[in-house]
């Protein structure tokens, strides 16, 4: 399989990232445990997910996908073989989002313990502070890194602006810096990412690891309707905003495609979004074993140009 490079470190991880926010909310732990043993099986060593979830569910608190990734770990003994990329920031009950240096401090000891690991290889800002300094930030990053807890660090939901500061701070201050960002981005949600982000990526030579590449499912084919979208507890509202006839003409593009392929929707959504020079990894989800087959031949499948054309001039966005 092609391990690509996360940004200028030593880190090499496949081109799909498996999105932790399942473990724990749609997936059980029984369920979780079988899907991150045919992930591993199948040499996907690379997984994506975050203090604060799964908050947003009743009953919960934040730190559910962690505590579940970290006994799964322990239980098969294979933390020296995967890349664990987690984030910090979000509100877990202080009632913002915080980066001050105390609380990352405090936050990654918390990570620390429900991973069951002595490390973090991926460390990412998962929300902008604007309130707390970049100097501060980094700042506290570095001692993360030099006492070992932190290979590298990363952001997500960062502008352009504020990434491009980011950087020019770690630079003059030679602290850290984000060696990838993850932002939105798929075949409907071209524009943000496209015109303003990825270019400060790529002059910075900076990995993008792409959330949401599958449109909240929109992608797989599976909501072709406003009932279809009800019927899900992960896709709901999150994909009406699809339900147009740009989105009709993109999921038309992607089953032709798919057709010519011998493929999936899924499939191929996913492998366009990974064949974007830009792109180190794309995450997504599964919630049961029955789905993870789609994602794991997405990294295989490789699009022509003109399969590439095809699903580009359909998802066409203007400025």
């Not at 997504?284 to 789905?291: D, G, L, M, P």
Request: include cysteine; charged fraction near 25%; proline fraction near 4%.
């Amino acid at each position: 399989m092609e391990l690509r490079r996360l940004g200028r470190s030593d880190i090499l991880v496949p081109p799909l990232c498996f999105g932790g926010n399942v473990f724990g909310w749609t997936a059980d732990e029984t369920t979780s445990f079988r899907l991150l043993d045919a992930l591993f099986e199948a040499g996907f060593c690379f997984i994506d997910t975050a203090d604060v979830y799964s908050r947003w569910a009743q009953g919960h608190v934040g730190g559910e996908s962690e505590t579940i990734i970290g006994t799964w770990m322990k239980a098969r003994g294979n933390r020296d073989r995967l890349v664990i990329a987690t984030k910090v920031g979000s509100d877990m009950g202080q009632g913002k989002v915080s980066l001050k240096p105390d609380y990352i401090k405090t936050a990654v000891e918390a990570s620390l313990s429900r991973l069951q690991t002595d490390y973090i290889d991926l460390y990412q800002s998962h929300w902008d502070d604007p309130d707390t300094p970049f100097e501060d930030v980094l700042s506290a990053y570095e001692e993360l890194i030099a006492a070992g807890k932190v290979r590298i660090i990363g952001a997500s939901n960062l502008s352009a602006p504020r990434l491009f500061e980011a950087l020019a701070v770690s630079t003059r201050e030679k602290l850290p810096r984000y060696e990838t960002l993850q932002p939105e981005y798929n075949l409907c949600e071209r524009a943000g990412f496209e015109a303003d982000i990825e270019p400060v990526c790529a002059a910075n030579g900076l990995g993008v690891i792409t959330y949401f590449s599958l449109a909240a499912g929109f992608l797989t084919g599976k909501y072709r309707s406003r009932a279809d979208a009800q019927k899900s507890v992960r896709g709901g509202s999150l994909v009406d905003k699809y339900l147009n006839p740009r989105g009709e003409g993109i999921l038309a593009a992607l089953d032709e495609v798919a057709a010519a392929r011998g493929a999936t929707p899924t499939q191929v959504a996913l492998a366009w979004v990974m064949a974007r020079p830009s792109v180190t990894a794309a995450i997504a989800s599964a919630s049961r074993i029955e789905q993870l087959g789609d994602l794991l031949a997405s990294a295989d499948l490789a699009l022509s140009g003109a399969d590439i054309s095809r699903l580009d001039k359909a998802s066409a966005w203007k400025d």
